[in-house]
């Protein structure tokens, strides 16, 4: 099945621990992206990336950083600095950064103990 | 500042019924406006763009600059059309896509 792929499904996070999500797609998009979305909130975007070695701030950066060292991959990291970690992520990608349809993967619940 | 809303949370309607996701929105440019779908265990996919305008599954969705509006509309609702539904605004040609806080559609048997 190929597409975007996110794992895990469900992650717990201690207080003051990073951790990371992972994204991968095999559909050579070049445009990726992280959405973070709240119960009763609209999706609201946290980074993206253009192309490899190049990512940008969203609406909501602060708390989170991202690498993209591969075409295929596009890790987010929720720091210990995000005091409100606990939502849903969602990774998409693009063919272009133009290109308005998104593919979506299928999620990762982020949780505080 | 841009914004998109969805006034209703849940909408209810028999098979068969005419069917009307509401979507306005706030922007000081020249928007494009999209819907997405996801359906019960599916991910988030494109429904329909308001550029192309086409029809996806009977659902059609015509941008009103003067209402600022960009309603979904289907005339005889199908019991599979039940899902969350999320209307989208892109600003300025590039990708970033601001999102309603969506309409969960039931369709009654």
């Known amino acids: 099945d190929g597409g975007i792929t996110q794992s895990p499904k469900y992650l717990f996070r201690k207080e003051g621990q990073n951790v990371t999500l992972s994204c991968e797609q095999n559909l050579n998009h070049d445009a990726m992206y992280w959405y973070r979305q709240d119960p009763g909130q609209g999706l609201r975007l946290i980074y993206y990336?253009?192309?490899?070695?190049?990512?940008q701030k969203g609406d909501i950066a602060e708390g989170y950083s991202v690498s993209r060292e591969k075409k295929e991959s596009f890790p987010l990291t929720v720091t210990s600095a995000q005091k409100n970690p606990t939502a849903f992520y969602l990774c998409a990608s693009s063919p272009g950064f133009t290109n308005e349809k998104l593919f979506f993967g299928s999620g990762t619940q982020l949780s505080v103990l | 500042a841009q914004r998109v809303t969805q006034p209703e949370k849940l909408l209810s309607v028999f098979k068969g019924a005419p069917v009307e996701l509401k979507c306005n929105y706030s922007?000081?440019?020249?928007?494009?406006l999209f819907w997405y779908v996801q359906y019960s265990r599916q991910r988030l996919q494109l429904l329909l763009r308001?550029?192309s305008r086409e029809s996806i599954k009977g659902f059609t969705a015509d941008l009103n600059k003067g209402e600022t509006s960009f309603h979904l509309k289907k005339p005889f609702a199908q019991e599979e059309d039940s899902a969350m539904y999320y209307c989208?605004?892109?600003?300025?040609?590039?990708?970033?896509?601001?999102f309603g806080t969506g309409t969960r559609l039931t369709v009654i048997p």
């Open positions: 990336s253009q192309i490899v070695n190049d990512f």
């Open positions: 922007y000081s440019g020249s928007p494009e």
């Open positions: 308001h550029i």
């Open positions: 989208a605004l892109r600003k300025g040609g590039a990708n970033n896509l601001f």
